[in-house]
């Protein structure tokens, strides 16, 4: 089985998403699985986790309600307000839908880098846990110690890290890629976490080329190990710098040296045991 572990589908007016432009050609329009379905096609693509896109529980709603009627969408990670101890029903909720299979909140965005170490925020990792749902870690690479230490903390949660913890393509430096080397180093050794192999050509200079992705691409690969790594489009995001077709066929020449075993890890096999896709 070959999976997408990273979409998103959307509608702008519904007016929730927040973080985008409105004056964007590419984002600022709605995306549907009609749109998807003839790149899922072309690639062979049997299933995709279906990602939230905006930072409240009614997208979580509409997106489950788009997986009960999308026969490939075989999973959804949602979003619960990590501030707000009362979602804990909701979380519960949203755990009994067969298709809802964990959360991400938007850290990324969030401007305290230490958020995910508050007090407040804790129960929701402990729900995760308790409800063995997984965690989707948005960040980027100054967040990298505080995931350490929280998926270190909860070393039962089943998580992943989105994007390859999105390093600095386009500012590539010597220091920065060791600052982010070293810290995905440390998360493949010290915890259990899974790494998506996705976005980075929207960390990309414009123009990118394959070269300019493979130091990171066999980082990641080679400190997580391909049973540990799982390829996602981004799509539509990617669609900032490439099309589904550029992205899937960047990744294909990156993980062209390895093993046939090794390739139905990262196209499939990660990403079904990770979020429980029967095939």
């Known amino acids: 089985m070959k999976i997408d572990a990273h979409q998103h589908f959307w509608n702008p007016a519904r007016g929730d998403y927040d973080w985008m432009p409105m004056d964007n050609e590419i984002l600022a329009r709605p995306y549907a699985p009609a749109d998807l379905m003839p790149h899922l096609a072309d690639y062979g693509i049997d299933a995709t986790i279906l990602v939230q896109a905006a930072a409240t529980v009614h997208e979580t709603e509409y997106m489950l309600g788009i997986a009960d009627a999308t026969p490939f969408v075989a999973g959804v990670v949602g979003w619960v307000d990590f501030e ?3 979602d804990l029903e909701v979380l519960k909720r ?3 839908h067969p298709k809802f299979k964990g959360v991400r909140p ?3 965005d969030i401007p305290d880098v230490n958020w995910m170490l508050r007090d407040d925020v804790q129960w929701a990792f402990r729900a995760i846990c308790e409800l063995d749902l997984t965690f989707d870690a948005l960040g980027f690479p100054p967040h990298l110690d505080n995931f350490l230490t929280i998926l270190k903390r909860y070393p039962d949660m089943r998580a992943v890290i989105d994007h390859c913890m999105k390093p600095q393509i ?3 430096s010597a220091d920065n890629f060791r600052f ?3 810290g995905m180093a440390r998360l493949a ?3 259990r976490t899974c ?4 976005a980075l050509v929207t960390e990309a200079n414009p123009g990118w080329i394959v070269e300019d992705l493979k130091p990171y691409a066999d980082h990641v690969v080679s400190a997580f190990g391909a049973d540990r790594v799982m390829w996602g489009s981004d799509w539509p995001v990617c669609r900032l710098a490439a099309s589904y077709e550029a992205w899937h066929t960047a990744a294909e ?3 062209i040296g390895l093993t046939a075993s090794e390739k139905t890890e990262i196209y499939g096999g990660t990403a079904a045991r990770f979020y429980r896709i029967d095939g």
Not at 195 to 198: E, I, L, N, P
């Open 106 to 108: 938007m850290i990324q």
């Open 253 to 255: 020449a990156l993980t």
């Open 195 to 198: 790494c998506k192999f996705s």
């Open 189 to 191: 050794q010290e915890t």
């Open 84 to 86: 707000n101890p009362a």
């Open 94 to 96: 949203l755990s009994k």
């Open 170 to 172: 386009r500012d590539h």
């Open 180 to 182: 982010w080397a070293d």
